[in-house]
């Protein structure tokens, strides 16, 4: 359990909720959004956007010229020491 004075030492909640902003410039522009996502169970939250387990040249460009707007690239880094993870991010 977090003591007390742990959770007053967190940084403030973010003011603004970005989300309208960032589905406006997706519609205004038609860029997509990448997630990468460290952790396997993040994705079961999503549903009707694609999750990349394996990110073979083919996959990326047929997902970057899909209808979709976002898909994710699971990149299970938090598994990997910090070399192997920052080598896979780049």
């Not at 387990?53 to 010229?65: G, I, K, N, Q, S």
């Amino acid at each position: 359990m977090l003591k007390q004075d742990a959770l007053e030492r967190l940084p403030p909640e973010w003011p603004d909720n970005l989300l309208p902003e960032v589905q406006r410039r997706v519609r205004a522009t038609g860029q997509k959004v990448v997630v990468l996502d460290d952790d396997p169970t993040g994705t079961q939250t999503v549903h009707d956007i694609p999750v990349l387990t394996e990110w073979p040249v083919d996959a990326l460009r047929a997902e970057l010229e899909s209808a979709h707007p976002a898909f994710y690239l699971l990149t299970n880094s938090r598994s990997l020491t910090l070399p192997a993870a920052q080598a896979l991010n780049q």
